[in-house]
């Protein structure tokens, strides 16, 4: 009787989870994400309902600016330090995930890694910073959704515009204007950079901070940007100056033509130079590779 029982219960449970977990194959319909903005992201609340039960009186930073108003050192910094194989992969970089259970194993415990930006972007959008296998299946699915439906320059617009950046800080735009005081489309590179590699930890971890943490990995972001002909120090020099000095300040997001070496720009165009060993893990070492289209 009780095994019976127990039977029909446990498979009553694995029908609701299945059924809990499809729901997410049509639901919510990310195609909408195509021309419109996400209000407030699941993890966003998350935040709001934790600074509630605390009794913390916070409010939410975010101003949203499209791909074309932001620096595009932003954008080549974010995907060396969160992923270098996100103009390439359909979604899943399972090179990484390998590796990460890899070392999971190795040091016996459960933890998420191996993550996308499209992966990082669906959890945001729509889930809850829960680590248990359920939660990473709805991940995967609405991950997968996601790469179906949208470019991957509206993915990376997306995100940096509700990524979490600091203590009530979404987006790019909210950190620009937090951390240094301007804009997101006049960041610089070692600025893009110092606010790329906070990213994994924005509570933790602070853009302007000193600790050995953030110094050494905004250096080897920076130098990766160099070697890879996105940046070209003393063209950065000049814009440093041009702004110090009061002069007009001069655009580097629409700066497609400067070059470092041949094929390479600091601007939008495909990038074409050969791939540099990277210094700050395994996964820098592979080639950013940036389509033609990005900021249309």
Aim: charge should be positive; charged fraction near 25%; hydrophobic fraction near 40%.
């Amino acid at each position: 009787m009780w095994i019976k029982w127990i039977r029909n219960a446990t498979i009553l449970l694995a029908a609701a989870l299945l059924i809990n977990i499809a729901f997410y194959m049509v639901y919510p319909d990310v195609s909408g994400l195509k021309k419109d903005r996400p209000t407030k992201t699941a993890f966003m609340e998350y935040r709001e309902r934790q600074w509630e039960k605390s009794g913390l009186n916070k409010h939410l930073r975010q101003e949203w600016v499209p791909l074309s108003a932001i620096s595009p050192y932003v954008v080549k910094a974010v995907t060396i330090a969160e992923d270098d194989k996100f103009w390439s992969h359909e979604g899943f970089d399972f090179e990484a995930i390998q590796k990460a259970m890899e070392k999971d194993l190795k040091k016996r415990r459960l933890r998420a890694g191996g993550s996308t930006i499209s992966q990082q972007l669906a959890k945001n959008l729509y889930l809850t910073p829960a680590k248990n296998p359920v939660r990473k299946v709805k991940e995967a699915i609405l991950t997968w959704r996601l790469e179906r439906n949208l470019t991957k320059s509206r993915i990376i617009e997306i995100y940096l515009n509700v990524a979490e950046w600091g203590d009530g800080i979404f987006g790019i735009e909210a950190a620009a204007r937090h951390y240094f005081g301007k804009g997101a489309g006049s960041l610089s590179a070692r600025e893009a950079a110092a606010l790329a590699v906070v990213l994994p930890s924005p509570l933790r971890y602070n853009p302007l901070g000193k600790g050995r943490y953030v110094e050494s990995r905004t250096e080897a972001i920076y130098r990766i940007m160099i070697r890879r002909g996105m940046v070209i120090p003393e063209y950065e020099q000049m814009l440093t100056e041009a702004s110090g000095n009061g002069s007009p300040p001069i655009q580097a997001a629409g700066d497609a033509a400067i070059s470092g070496d041949a094929g390479t720009s600091v601007g939008w165009e495909m990038e074409t130079e050969k791939p540099v060993p990277a210094p700050i893990g395994e996964e820098n070492a592979r080639r950013q590779q940036t389509p033609a289209d990005v900021g249309n």
